[in-house]
């Protein structure tokens, strides 16, 4: 309903405002009632000391089985006193990278050629690099730039 709808006047908004806000008013408690009200109790501490109960819980459980794991004393997936079958322990082959045997008179293709730890080269080092990386390696010369340089003659 707009403001200016042709049909409702002003006084027919104002007299139905009115008559709402006397309703709200006889519905609403008065204030001396409301002050008498005695105070919600405040579970806060009780909500506190359950949270760090459950928090030192966590911590205990997860240590003991940290501690058993080190030990070797914890329940581990396959008991020694059982049988160990290879479908139990190791998942079937992947067909797709075996290696055939060689055939009669024919090499193995030769292993790589194992990288060094000084020598490797993390694979997203490139990422790392940026635009402006030799002006951090590098002393700026002052009075030298690209407009200083001389022209080269070809």
């Not at 690099?129 to 700026?140: F, R, Y």
């Amino acid at each position: 309903m707009k403001y200016d709808e042709p049909g409702l006047n002003n006084n027919e908004l104002k007299s139905l405002f009115q008559a709402q806000r006397a309703a709200d008013a006889a519905a609403a408690p008065g204030f001396a009632r409301v002050m008498a009200r005695p105070a919600p109790a405040d579970y806060g501490y009780l909500r506190a000391i359950a949270l760090a109960a459950a928090i030192v819980l966590v911590a205990v459980l997860a240590s003991s089985n940290i501690s058993q794991r080190k030990a070797g004393t914890g329940d581990s997936p396959v008991r020694p006193s059982a049988p160990v079958t290879r479908a139990a322990v190791l998942p079937a082959p992947a067909t797709d990278n075996v290696v055939p045997p060689p055939a009669a008179g024919r090499k193995l293709p030769a292993k790589a050629k194992p990288v060094t730890l000084s020598t490797w080269k993390s694979p997203t080092a490139a990422l790392l690099d940026t635009p402006g990386d030799d002006l951090w390696t590098t002393v700026p010369k002052i009075g030298v730039g690209k407009h200083d340089q001389p022209k080269s003659s070809e």
